[in-house]
C-alpha cells in the first residue's frame, strides 16, 4: 500500500492530456530514449543483434512479454498485483497438451485455453475483491497452485505433435520479410488496451482506482468490479499466450513459461507504472518491455549465461521501483525548498 496521502496522489494523477504529456518527457520519455540508445550501441556492438533474423527472434521473444504486461500494467495501476500469470501460462499449455492428446482438434482447444485462463484469473479476481485479500499473497499462492495444477495434469513429459500448419504460422514471417506474423495481432491487442486505459471512462476508472480507491467508491466507481475483470482479462491473455508459447516452441509442457512474470512486472515497472497504483502510461510499458527483452536478447549474443540474466532482470526491478521514487522524493524536498525561501522574508 502507498504511503502518500489522498491529495498527494490524486494530484499525481495522469488523467489530463497535459499530465500524460508531462510524464512522457519524463520517466516515460527517458525510457524510450534509453531503449533506443541501446538498440543503436547492441547494433553496432554485438554480433547478429542488428541482422533481420535476429529482430524476428526478438519479436518472437518479446511477444508474450508485451501480451502479460498489458493486463498487468492495468492490474498495477489500480494499486494491486498479478504475480500467477506464468504459472497461467503453464497450466494453460498443460491443458492443451491433454487435450490434443485426447484427440480435440486445435480449433476447438484454442479458445478453451483462454477460457481456462479466464476462470482463473477469476478464482484470483474472486479471492482479491470479493474476500478483500492482499492481490500479493493471492496470487503467490496461485502462482504455486497453478504451476502445480499444471504438472498434475501432465507430469514431466512433453506434447509435442501440433500439426505444422498451426506451428508454422506461429514462428513464420509476413510474406518474404523478415517481420513474425505475431507482430500484427500483438499490435492489435496493445492498441486496444492503450485506447481502454487513456481514451475510454473504463480507463479514468481504473486510475482513479488506483490513485485513491475510497474516494473512487464514493464517486460511483465500482472499484470490485472493475479489479475483478482485470484479473478475468490477465488470465484470459495468459491463457492465449499459453497456446502461443506451446505452438512457438510445439511442445505443451508444465513447466513453460517459467519464472517470466518477474520479467513481465520488472518491464512494466521500468516503463513508469508506479508499484503503489495511480500512475502509468501503456508507450511506457512498451519501451520498458523493448528495452528489457532487448538486453536480455543481446546478453544471450554474448554468451552471457541464463543465472546472470536472472541477476539482470532483478536488479532492473529493483531499479525501476526504487528510482521513480527517489526522484519523486528529490522533487518534493526541492520544491518545498524553493517554498520556504519564497515565505523567508527579505531584508
Not at 89 to 111: F, K, R
Not at 241 to 254: E, H, I, K, N
Amino acid at each position: 500500500m502507498s504511503t502518500e496521502t489522498a491529495p498527494d496522489r490524486v494530484a499525481d494523477r495522469p488523467q489530463s492530456g497535459r499530465l500524460r504529456s508531462s510524464r512522457m518527457v519524463g520517466w516515460d520519455g527517458a525510457v524510450v530514449v534509453v531503449t533506443a540508445l541501446f538498440i543503436v550501441i547492441a547494433a553496432l556492438t554485438v554480433e547478429h543483434f542488428g541482422t533481420s533474423r535476429n529482430a524476428g527472434f526478438l519479436i518472437l521473444d518479446l511477444a508474450p512479454v508485451l501480451l502479460l504486461a498489458l493486463p498487468m500494467t492495468l492490474i498495477i495501476v489500480t494499486g494491486e498485483i498479478d504475480l500467477s500469470v506464468a504459472s497461467t501460462v503453464g497450466l494453460t499449455s498443460s491443458a492443451m497438451g491433454v487435450m490434443w492428446n485426447n484427440g480435440l482438434p486445435l480449433e476447438t482447444i484454442m479458445p478453451l485455453c483462454v477460457v481456462i485462463g479466464a476462470v482463473l484469473g477469476a478464482v484470483n479476481g474472486i479471492f482479491v475483491t470479493a474476500l478483500g485479500l492482499p492481490s500479493l499473497a493471492v496470487t503467490i499462492g496461485t502462482l504455486a497452485l497453478y504451476r502445480g495444477l499444471a504438472f498434475v495434469l501432465l507430469g514431466d513429459t512433453a506434447v509435442a505433435d501440433f500439426p505444422r500448419d498451426f506451428t508454422g504460422w506461429t514462428i513464420g514471417d509476413l510474406g518474404a520479410s523478415s517481420i513474425p506474423n505475431v507482430l500484427i495481432p500483438m499490435l492489435v491487442i496493445a492498441g486496444l488496451f492503450a485506447a481502454v486505459l487513456h481514451a475510454t471512462p473504463t480507463g479514468r476508472a481504473i486510475v482513479a482506482t488506483g490513485a485513491n480507491a475510497t474516494a473512487a467508491s464514493f464517486a460511483g466507481i465500482p472499484v470490485g468490479r472493475v479489479k475483478f475483470w482485470l484479473y478475468v482479462t490477465s488470465g484470459a491473455v495468459a491463457g492465449l499466450v499459453g497456446v502461443f508459447w506451446t505452438l512457438r516452441y510445439s511442445s505443451a509442457r508444465a513447466d513453460n513459461a517459467a519464472g517470466l512474470e518477474l520479467t513481465v512486472v520488472a518491464a512494466v515497472l521500468l516503463g513508469g507504472v508506479s508499484i503503489f497504483g495511480g500512475k502509468g502510461t501503456l508507450p511506457g510499458v512498451l519501451a520498458g518491455v523493448v528495452l528489457l527483452t532487448s538486453l536480455q536478447n543481446a546478453l544471450r549474443l554474448a554468451d552471457v549465461s541464463t543465472e546472470a540474466l536472472t541477476v539482470v532482470t532483478g536488479s532492473l526491478l529493483i531499479v525501476s521501483v526504487l528510482a521513480p521514487n527517489v526522484v519523486t522524493a528529490v522533487r518534493t524536498t526541492l520544491s518545498r525548498r524553493r517554498a520556504r525561501l519564497r515565505m523567508t522574508p527579505t531584508s
